[in-house]
């Protein structure tokens, strides 16, 4: 069965420091992953994906994340947090498949402090 | 483009009573679906509509109807709203297909069910 795992469920980084949020995937095919971030009482905004080709991939706002496929993680990086960055942050993945659903982790909350 | 839109904001019922959730994107999109978001479990499928005139069940239906009016507007209906119903509830649609798959969010019904 697919999953995602997001492990933390907030992570506290000060601004200045390098960010990292985790992410653990499950899917029977090859995966396509997602972050997708939520500022409060807003809808998700897609953040950045991966599909194929290179395993770092940059994304909005200066995030990007990693493919890792022997360890089966799609960790978010970002080198300088700043306060704005600041959010609730969704790891999302789906199959090959033409259904295009998608699984959501839990989510982990990103407070930056100045 | 006014993107994916959703009404109300807020609504606030009792047990017992009924309402539809609207939904409209104008982005010209296939896909359409409802999750609703509840703290630590990220979000849920309720029903997806693949195409117009498709509906399909996702991870939590029970207790709510869809209708996929045409292809710009999927409206979500709660016949006997129950407490457990209280949540924030998201509209999505994509274009699915290769690198636009990508999944664009309304901003949200934030619903209570007295």
Known sequence: AQSVAQPEDQVNVAEGNPLTVKCTYSVSGNPYLFWYVQYPNRGLQFLLKYITGDNLVKGSYGFEAEFNKSQTSFHLKKPSALVSDSALYFCAVRDGGSNYQLIWGAGTKLIIKP | ?114
């Open chain 2, 1 to 114: 483009n006014a993107g994916v839109t959703q009404t109300p904001k807020f609504q606030v019922l009792k047990t017992g009573q009924s309402m539809t959730l609207q939904c409209a994107q104008d982005m010209n999109h296939n896909s359409m679906y409802w999750y609703r978001q509840d703290p630590g479990m990220g979000l849920r499928l309720i029903y997806y509509s693949a195409s117009e005139g498709t509906t399909d069940k996702g991870e939590v239906p029970n207790g709510y109807n869809v209708s996929r009016l045409n292809k710009r507007e999927f409206s979500l209906r709660l016949e006997s709203a129950a407490p457990s119903q209280t949540s924030v509830y998201f509209c999505a649609s994509i274009l699915p297909g290769g690198l636009t798959d990508t999944q664009y969010f309304g901003p949200g019904t934030r619903l209570t069910v007295l």
